[in-house]
């Protein structure tokens, strides 16, 4: 689909930083809204694990006893960007009654995309044996994440975890996961070599088949939401739509949601907007 784009093109519609010119100021606001919610909220935070040196996570507590864990991938093209930023989605969801683990990972180009990934999934095994710690169900995980977190969250749903074992337990088949949140996401990394983040993200051919998921079978059959901005550009607003279209044909339960108004960096707060649609459906994942 993307036969006779130019660089120029490939950079409008796939460097989200270009396309909305103010978007520092909005990670600014980001930090600091998370700031104020860490002041007010108790939580764990920096919790390790993995021996890299960004392998942490922050754990906000369930208020009972067995619910639901929200886990959140951040984004930032894989290269940027922190769980530090998105603290704030965690004071309302826990008013929901969920448990909240937002998660860091080593970036690009220190790792590879590849151990990258392993990373996120490394973490997932993690929390689901620390769940009891913050009221947490194990094998009640919704897993979301923010346009690069959104591609890892949507790799969590390709792998068959047959290379992971919990004491014991055969992690194949992925029950755990009961939904995906994915938020303005990219799930091809064709576009990757021809855009500036190439510098940082190195990828063959061979590894863009492997580490997209739209290329991918769908291994998980928990429900997703996949939603984007409706002010994002026109190609990426398609990859969405193109992922919500294979999972559907996968006969996997899937609500396709374009918001209005809302660009790159400003969707990922209606994760902690009550009122918005995203957010309800977040929730209705978390309550199956």
Not at 54 to 78: C, K, M, N, T
Not at 108 to 133: F, G, K, M, N, Y
Not at 138 to 164: C, F, K, Q
Request: include cysteine; charge should be negative; charged fraction near 25%.
């Amino acid at each position: 689909m993307y036969e006779g784009l130019s660089d120029e093109d490939f950079t409008r519609h796939f460097m989200p930083r270009i396309a909305v010119p103010d978007h520092e100021t909005w990670l600014a606001e980001d930090l600091e809204m998370s700031a104020r919610v860490r002041d007010r909220i108790v939580h764990r935070r920096n919790e390790r694990y993995g021996p890299g040196p960004l392998q942490l996570i922050d754990l906000f507590p369930a208020r009972a006893p067995e619910s639901p864990i929200l886990v959140f991938i951040h984004g930032g093209y894989w290269r940027a960007l922190s769980k530090d930023h998105y603290g704030f989605i965690a004071a309302p969801l826990i008013e929901a009654g969920a448990a909240v683990a937002l998660v860091d990972y080593d970036l690009c180009p220190a790792v590879d995309l590849a151990t990258l990934i392993e990373q996120v999934a490394q973490s997932i095994a993690w929390i689901r044996r620390h769940a009891a710690a913050i009221n947490g169900d194990p094998d009640r995980l919704v897993l979301a994440g923010n346009s690069a977190g959104a591609h890892l969250a949507a790799m969590m749903l390709s792998r068959d975890w047959e290379d992971v074992e919990e004491d014991g337990n055969d992690l194949s088949g992925a029950g755990f996961i009961k939904g995906a949140a994915l938020v303005t996401g990219i799930y091809d990394l064709a576009p990757i070599p021809r855009i500036q983040v190439r510098e940082d993200v190195r990828l063959t051919s061979a590894e863009i088949d492997a580490l997209s998921p739209l290329r991918l079978l769908p291994r998980s059959a928990a429900p997703s939401v996949v939603a984007v901005g409706g002010a994002e550009p026109a190609l990426w607003i398609e990859q969405s739509r193109r992922y919500h279209r294979k999972l559907s044909d996968a006969g996997i339960e899937s609500e396709f949601m374009i918001i209005p108004g809302h660009h790159h960096f400003s969707i990922t707060r209606c994760l902690a907007e009550p009122e918005s649609p995203l957010f309800r459906s977040v929730v209705r994942l978390l309550k199956r």
